[in-house]
């Protein structure tokens, strides 16, 4: 399965969602969008907060799953945590600019 690009091929920069298609109907609707915070994750940050999720927010269980010790996991979520709040604070200020 193809993986949705987040960032530009070619500068970097946060890719935009522009149109979006249902696939019944054919209604298509476009304008710009910013992805979600969670959708603005590497892909492993993404797999690492779905198995999360499995695993009831336990990160002790984590811990065991991947084979780290606890202080590693929760560094992990913590550092997770932290670009998401980056994302949505730059989402914010992208909002304001507009305004």
Request: proline share 0%; charged share 20%; glycine share 6%.
């Given at each position: 399965m193809k993986v949705l690009p987040t960032r530009c091929p070619s500068c970097n920069?946060?890719?935009k969602v522009k149109s979006l298609v249902c696939e019944q109907c054919r209604t298509e609707i476009q304008g710009e969008y910013e992805l979600p915070a969670l959708a603005r994750l590497?892909?492993?940050d993404q797999a690492f907060m779905l198995e999360?999720?499995?695993?009831?927010?336990?990160?002790?269980?984590?811990?065991r799953l991947l084979r780290l010790s606890y202080p590693t996991v929760r560094n992990r979520l913590d550092d997770i945590i932290e670009r998401i709040k980056l994302a949505e604070k730059s989402e914010g200020n992208e909002r304001e600019e507009k305004l």
């Open positions: 920069s946060q890719l590497s892909s492993d999360f999720i499995k695993a009831s927010g336990s990160l002790k269980e984590m811990a």
